[in-house]
């Protein structure tokens, strides 16, 4: 009977924690900030994609469009579809990349600082915290994070599609490290948001449980998606189009509400633990108890 009740105890917690979770994501309305920060992500799509081949270009990098990316796209559309995708590559990567670099960046900086704004919204409310910055700092504070997270993002992107073409004796080890540093990366990028887009920085707690959530569902996520553009995807008919868009849209969405939902675990967790939140490493003695 003992053991019985001290198993239940455990599961009351997470209950309760699932509660509460719940009520204060529906209270704090994440939804609607989700769909606002994954509308102007899916904005910023566009001139990513342009900075990104410029970037390749700029790097020397054209191989990694003409053997990984174009050959995966040719099979997925109609052919004159596809020559005229990769007309307009190869027009982009015998331009001056300079001008389009800059061109690219500075509407990215745009897009993501209006979302980041969003975001600091959303972090207001998870925090419990009333915004008594002035206009010009919270706009600073967005064009900041904007290019803190951008590179962040583009980085990722970048270890993931270019580092296996870096050189042929190398493949082996860059495979794995990129799948390393990658996460690493975007955990970066999500710790600088957390701490640095509410008006009060909440206590640094860079291995947190929610930024781990975030990590994870980011990659099981991507990896979901990327099996379905991969094995499924046909952009030959217009069903197949509309498809992908909702497909793709749905999925800034699940990021963008991932994002948020961790943080609002971790804040949870805060109040719960009187302030002292959970980080990855107590939960190392709890699973090595059982």
């Known amino acids: 009977m003992a053991r019985q009740r001290s198993s239940q105890g455990p599961r009351k917690r997470r209950r309760h924690l699932v509660h509460e979770l719940y009520r204060r994501v529906s209270e704090h309305e994440l939804s609607i900030y989700a769909s606002a920060i994954a509308f102007r992500a899916l904005v910023a799509l566009i001139p990513l994609a342009l900075l990104a081949l410029a970037l390749l270009g700029e790097l020397g990098l054209q191989n990694t469009w003409r053997n990984t990316v174009a050959p995966a796209i040719e099979p997925r559309v109609i052919h004159p579809v596809f020559e005229g995708i990769n007309a307009s590559v190869d027009k982009i990567f015998s331009s001056d990349s300079g001008t389009l670099i800059a061109f690219a960046v500075a509407l990215v900086i745009w897009d993501l600082s209006i979302g980041i704004g969003a975001i600091m919204g959303a972090l207001n409310l998870v925090h419990d915290v009333e915004e008594r910055r002035s206009t010009m700092r919270r706009a600073l504070v967005a064009v900041g994070l904007a290019v803190a997270v951008g590179t962040c993002v583009i980085g990722s992107v970048l270890l993931l599609v270019a580092a296996p073409r870096a050189g042929a004796g190398l493949?082996?080890?860059?495979?794995?490290?990129?799948?390393?540093?990658?996460?690493?990366?975007?955990?970066?990028?999500?710790?600088?948001?957390?701490?640095?887009?509410?008006?009060?920085?909440?206590?640094?707690?860079?291995?947190?449980?929610?930024?781990?959530?975030?990590?994870?569902?980011?990659?099981?996520?991507?990896?979901?998606?990327?099996?379905?553009?991969?094995?499924?995807?046909?952009?030959?008919?217009?069903?197949?189009?509309?498809?992908?868009?909702?497909?793709?849209?749905?999925?800034?969405?699940?990021?963008?509400?991932?994002?948020?939902?961790?943080?609002?675990?971790?804040?949870?967790?805060?109040?719960?633990?009187?302030?002292?939140?959970?980080?990855?490493?107590d939960l190392i003695p709890g699973l090595a108890r059982r």
């Open 171 to 281: 493949d082996v080890a860059f495979g794995i490290l990129r799948w390393v540093l990658a996460p690493l990366i975007l955990g970066l990028g999500v710790g600088l948001l957390v701490r640095y887009a509410p008006a009060e920085r909440p206590d640094a707690r860079w291995a947190s449980v929610g930024s781990l959530l975030v990590i994870v569902s980011w990659i099981v996520a991507t990896e979901l998606f990327r099996l379905w553009i991969t094995y499924v995807a046909s952009f030959k008919t217009a069903v197949g189009i509309l498809a992908a868009l909702l497909l793709l849209t749905l999925y800034v969405f699940i990021a963008s509400a991932i994002f948020l939902i961790g943080a609002e675990l971790d804040e949870l967790l805060r109040k719960e633990t009187n302030g002292r939140g959970l980080a990855l490493t």
